[in-house]
């Protein structure tokens, strides 16, 4: 399983051929539900009728899927769940940049368990999620685009960026031969910084502190009309196969549901085990912070473990609350290939999972991972094609997918806050990535709620 070596590395420098393991290179229906109650939507009540199968499914099925249970039995469960609002979240006295910088004299990998900054308790019981109606989907907004012209020819070595602005293809000597390494501030700079630990940076905060100063607020006639623009969007024909297993869900989360995500990877992200700067065995660091549910991921092993090696942390659980949406969006997929596609059992063209595995990825506007497959699942997980589902929460990202590691091959697509993005069975092995963030583009309302610092925040779940 390589997730994140050689030539498979899962960091910004990756977008060009080669093999292919997690390189960091660098929705929907949902209903009108109170603010605050979080209800799985979308599921149940799939039609019967077969239409064409947009993605190729096949037809082989003949049984259709009744074992699935439903979200509703769930929504029972946890419906009535008090909301996270409760959980603490002291403002730290650190500012989070210098958490970012390269490590002081005197530092040992692996003593620096301890973050500076107080450790703030975990919540675990937020209280997801809502209930997406089915909805149509903008076909400007989900369209697959061309190439990524920008990232044209660019070595996996040489995807590093020098500056913020650099895109690709310009790397220092140091850095190619592994002497110096890059690690990405809070700002979304790319910074140098020796090679002594590639685990700096615990605890890294993905939102603002809430400043004492006066900060004007987004009038309430504002944000109900991003709210029901965001209703609208969620109630057409939302969904996309881009292949058979591939599916987006586009707008699938509300802005509340989005909102209280953030503010779940916030307090989770704070605490033990969280958000922190990775980095691969050789110094080069991953263009994202990251922290992992469940069970850790480590980029310089390309495999998954109990506790994240550079501070012995263990991973904290994924909530109740991510599964219950996991779950919802899988069936959501499963209703929409038995009502529109000629496939009657669809859990054979899309497996269902319940993750034990979810790694949250942060991306500044610099942010970008490389083209790899994820691969450091179980063997059979792998075969089985237990899929990876993606949520995707304020700026948009352009994600490249395709069956090699070339760019130029690649096709794209944006990911715009509120999606997700499915791909399980004979996707399950595609060649994906982040080729670009982009800037001011996460809804103002998510923003405001949150304080969420610039730029996105990825969920992805898996089944080892
Ligand atoms: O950020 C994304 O959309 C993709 C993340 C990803 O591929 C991964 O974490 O393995
Ligand atoms: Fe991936």
Partial sequence: MNRGRGNNRRDGGN??????????YAAKGRSAQPTGQWVARGVGGAGGLLDEASSGSGSSEIVRNTETASVADVRKKFGDVLLSSACPSEPSSESHGSLNLPPKDGYLKGVQSVPKTEPIVPCYNNN??????????????????????????????????????????????????????????????????????????????????????VKLKTPLHKINKAKRKAELRMQGDNIKVFRPGMILLKGYFSLDDQVKMVKSCRDLG?????????????????????????????????AYGDLRPGDQTKPPPIPDEFQLLVKGAI???????????KVLKARNILPPMTPNICIINFYTKTGKLGLHKDKDESSKS????????????????????????????????????GDVLIFGGKSRH????????????????????????PGRLNLTFREY
């Fill in 15 to 24: 977008l060009g051929g080669g093999g292919g393991g997690r390189q960091h």
């Fill in 128 to 213: 997801f999620p809502s209930s997406p109606t089915d909805s149509k989907l903008s076909e400007s907004s989900m369209s697959i685009k061309s190439r990524d012209r920008n990232l044209k020819n660019c070595s996996p070595s040489r995807y590093i960026s020098t500056s913020p602005e650099t895109v690709g293809c310009q790397i220092s000597p140091e850095v190619q031969s592994g002497k110096k390494t890059t690690s990405e501030g809070a700002s979304g700079e790319t910074k140098f910084g020796s090679s002594v630990s590639q685990h700096d940076g615990f605890s890294f905060d993905i939102c603002e502190e809430r400043s004492s100063g």
């Fill in 270 to 302: 704070r605490g033990p085990g969280g958000f922190y700067q990775p980095g691969f065995r050789d110094g080069e660091k991953l263009h994202l912070k990251m922290m992992c549910l469940g069970k850790n991921w480590d980029p310089e092993k390309s």
């Fill in 331 to 341: 069936e959501k997929c499963h209703q929409y290939l038995e009502s529109h596609n």
């Fill in 382 to 417: 792998l075969l089985d094609g237990l899929p990876v589902v993606s949520f995707s929460l304020g700026d948009t990202a352009e994600f490249l997918f395709g069956d090699e590691k070339d760019v130029d091959k690649a096709d794209k697509v944006e990911l715009e806050s």
């Fill in 430 to 453: 595609i060649f994906h990535g982040v080729s670009n963030i982009l800037a001011d583009t996460a809804p103002r309302y998510l923003m405001d709620e949150t304080h969420l610092k």
